[in-house]
């Protein structure tokens, strides 16, 4: 019984270290993320504890201003359809122009599945949004927060792209940096503009990262069976384009 434990355990070990670091801080920031949501949905649909909510929106009631609700109205656009579909259109444009089919194929696919998975937890937890809008009132469901999780699939895909891509290392991780405080910001526009719960952004960054890996992992998979059915003659073609 202890050998075959130990057995298991050195062989869990050895496939960890094939790991590369990267894909271990992915894979744990998964974990990480699929537990802070299924903790948030226990807390406000079985426990019904909203004093987490509350306590952020009583502390930002002191920082209310002009100046910040213009702020928050530009970022918030920022994580809007208006534009992020146009944002969408251009970068497959762009991937087709260069043409790199698979990111042309991954920008939409992603988009679009994460809006159906948006439409249908908004459908199944089914929780309004709050009563005391800032400024204008937001139609549609509360949680998750579709703006923190599309701006997290959508952004997080450039994230993604620029990792993969850029070989400059200032560059590759101050764009990175960049993109990550706008998630950040887009999600807490919400708050501050009080269309949704703190708990609902938080939500929506947890699925948006959980769908993100997982269809990012899919499509990658897709890609290289399509690429191993291949003829040999084609095959070398398309590994030197994606290295190039």
Do not use: Q
Not at 8 to 35: H, N
Not at 165 to 189: H, M, P, Q
């Amino acid at each position: 019984m202890l050998r075959t434990i130990s057995t298991r355990v050195k062989k869990f070990w050895a496939r960890l270290a094939l790991l590369s670091i990267e894909m271990t801080i992915v894979l744990i920031l998964f974990v990480l993320a699929l537990v802070a949501f299924l903790y948030i949905t226990r807390k406000i649909f079985v426990l019904h504890k909203l004093s987490f909510d509350n306590k952020v929106f009583a502390y930002l009631k002191n920082h209310v201003s002009e100046r910040n609700n213009d702020i928050m109205l530009f970022f918030t656009f920022l994580g809007t359809h208006e534009f992020l579909i146009p944002a969408n259109l251009l970068l497959i444009g762009y991937f087709l122009l260069k043409k790199e089919k698979w990111y042309s194929i991954k920008v939409p696919a992603i988009a679009l599945s994460s809006l159906g998975l948006m439409f249908l937890l908004k459908f199944v937890f089914h929780r309004n949004r709050p009563t005391i809008p800032l400024l204008d009132e937001a139609k549609g469901l509360s949680f998750p927060s579709g703006h923190a999780l599309m701006s997290v699939t959508f952004y997080g895909l450039i994230i993604y792209i620029i990792f993969k891509s850029v070989e400059n290392k200032e560059l590759k991780w101050t764009l990175i940096s960049l993109l990550i405080v706008l998630i950040l910001v887009i999600g807490f526009s919400r708050i501050y503009l009080r269309v949704h719960y703190a708990s609902d952004v938080l939500a929506g960054y947890c699925i948006g990262f959980l769908w993100l890996v997982f269809t990012v992992w899919l499509l990658n998979k897709i890609e290289k069976y399509s690429i191993s059915k291949m003829s040999p003659e084609i095959r070398p073609a398309i590994n030197n384009a994606k290295v190039a």
